[in-house]
C-alpha cells in the first residue's frame, strides 16, 4: 500500500450506535412512538414507529461484518460466483473501536488518519421509518443528538467530527436544535438526500421557507453533509418488482441497475432552486454517494442553462462547482470526476469500519494512480479539513 508523508483526513468514518442512541434521552411521551426494543421469535429487534424495522439487519451490531469484507465486491468481482453470504464470510464480535471515542482515537493513529467526519450507521435510516410520525421523528433525532455529543462528541480533540442530525419538517425545530449542536462545538451536521416531509406535502429543502435556517447555517460557517441512507425511494424501486424488505442493501441485480439516484436530485434541488445564490458561503458534500451521477448531472445542467439562462442567476455547473465537494466509491472514475469538478472539490472517504468500505482506509490512495502528488494531498488532507474546519 502507497504511504503518505503526512495525516489524512477521512471524510466519511462511521461508528456502530450505541442501543440505547435513540432512547437514552427520549422524551418519555414518544418512546412508545419512536425505538423501541422487542424480542420477537428469540430475537433481538429494533421496532421503530410500532413495526419491526429492516433498515439494518442486526440493529445490535454484535457480532458484526468485517471491515472491507465487500470490497472486491463492489469492485465488480466475483469470480468464484459466490452467494452474497459467502462473501459477507465470518461475522466478528463487535470491536470497543466502533463505540469507544478514545479506543477510535487510537485506531486513528495507527490508520495513520489525523482527523474524520463520523456518521451514523443506523440513524440514517431512520428518518424514512418516522415521516408519517413528524413529532416522533423530532423527539427520536432531538434524542440521538443528545446522546453522540455524550458519546463521541461534535468536534472531539478537533479530530472526530461527528455529524449531529437534522431534519427540516418542523422548522422551529431546526433553529432550536441548530442553536443547540453550534453551542456544542459541532462543525458539521448531516441530512439525508431527500424531500423534506412535511405533514401535507413535502417540499426541495432549497425551498425558500426554509431560508431561516440556511441563514443561520451560512452565518455559523457549519458544513453541511448529505449521507446515503434511506432516502425514500424505495417506493419507486419497489414497482418494478423489487424485494419488500430491501432497505440498506439489495443484492437483487436488476436493483443494482436501477436509475433513481437520491443525491442527483437533491444536488439538481439545491442549485437550481437558487440556494448557493441567496447563501454563497454554503459548503455541501456528498457521501457514500459515489460519483457515478455527477457527469449526468452537469451535462443536464449545462442543458438547462442553455435553454433557459434567463431562470438562473449563475452559472449551475459554476455553482455545484463551487458548493459542493463529492466523496466518490474508491471503484468509481475519480479521474473523471477530477476533470469535472477539480481536485478541490473531491473527498476522500473509506466508509470505514463497513463491510463496503475499505479494510485499510489510506488503501484509498492506490485508486489515485496517475494524480500529481499536489492533488493527492488535497484529496488525502487538505480538502477534509477545508470543508470542515476551513481556519484549521
Known amino acids: 500500500m502507497a504511504k ?43 421496532l421503530v414507529g410500532g413495526k419491526i424495522n429492516r433498515f439494518i439487519p442486526n440493529p445490535t451490531f454484535d457480532p458484526v461484518a468485517k471491515p472491507g469484507c465487500l470490497d472486491d465486491y463492489f469492485r465488480g468481482r466475483n469470480p468464484d460466483n459466490k452467494s452474497i453470504r459467502e462473501i459477507f464470510g465470518d461475522l466478528e464480535p463487535l ?61 472531539h480533540q478537533n479530530r472526530l467530527f461527528s455529524a449531529p442530525y ?70 419507486y424501486i419497489s414497482q418494478w418488482g423489487s424485494d419488500e424488505e430491501f432497505r440498506a442493501f439489495d443484492f437483487n441485480p436488476k436493483n443494482l441497475c436501477m436509475s433513481a439516484t437520491p443525491i442527483q436530485d437533491l444536488c439538481a434541488a439545491l442549485v437550481c432552486d437558487g440556494l448557493f445564490d441567496r447563501f454563497p458561503t454554503l459548503r455541501v458534500a456528498t457521501i457514500e454517494s459515489g460519483s457515478s451521477w455527477v457527469p449526468a448531472l452537469l451535462q443536464k445542467m449545462k442543458k438547462a442553462y442553455g435553454q433557459m439562462p434567463m431562470l438562473f442567476n449563475t452559472d449551475p455547473v459554476k455553482s455545484f462547482r463551487e458548493h459542493v465537494w463529492v466523496s466518490p466509491y474508491y471503484e468509481d472514475d475519480i479521474t473523471e470526476l477530477k ?21 485499510q482506509p489510506l488503501a484509498f490512495v492506490e485508486d489515485l494512480e496517475g494524480f500529481s502528488t499536489e492533488d493527492v494531498r488535497l484529496i488525502m488532507r487538505d480538502n477534509g479539513y477545508a470543508f470542515v474546519a476551513p481556519s484549521a
Not at 181 to 188: E, F, P
Not at 343 to 356: K, T, V
Open 4 to 46: 503518505l508523508d503526512y495525516l489524512a483526513f477521512d471524510a466519511d468514518h462511521h461508528y456502530y450506535e450505541a442501543e440505547d442512541a435513540f432512547t437514552r434521552y427520549i422524551d418519555p411521551a414518544y418512546k412508545h412512538r419512536a425505538m423501541q426494543w422487542a424480542e420477537v421469535n428469540g430475537k433481538k429487534r429494533l
Open 95 to 155: 470491536p470497543i473501536e466502533y463505540r469507544d471515542r478514545a479506543a477510535r482515537l487510537a485506531q486513528l493513529d495507527a490508520q495513520g488518519i489525523e482527523a474524520c467526519m463520523m456518521f451514523p450507521t443506523l440513524g440514517v435510516g431512520m428518518e424514512e421509518s418516522l415521516k408519517d410520525d413528524i413529532p416522533a421523528m423530532l423527539a427520536a433525532f432531538k434524542a440521538f443528538n443528545r446522546w453522540l455529543d455524550e458519546d463521541w462528541g461534535f468536534a
Open 166 to 235: 437534522f431534519v427540516l419538517s418542523d422548522l422551529e425545530w431546526a433553529l432550536q436544535e441548530l442553536d443547540w449542536v453550534l453551542s456544542k462545538g459541532a462543525k458539521v451536521i448531516v441530512m439525508r438526500a431527500a424531500p423534506v416531509v412535511e405533514a401535507t406535502r413535502t417540499r426541495s429543502p432549497a425551498d425558500s421557507r426554509f431560508d431561516p435556517f440556511w441563514e443561520e447555517v451560512s452565518r455559523a460557517g457549519i458544513a453541511v453533509a448529505y449521507h446515503s441512507g434511506d432516502s425514500g425511494y424505495l417506493p
Open 339 to 359: 476533470s469535472l469538478i477539480g481536485a478541490d472539490r473531491i473527498l476522500f472517504g473509506s466508509d470505514f469500519p463497513h463491510a463496503e468500505g475499505l479494510a
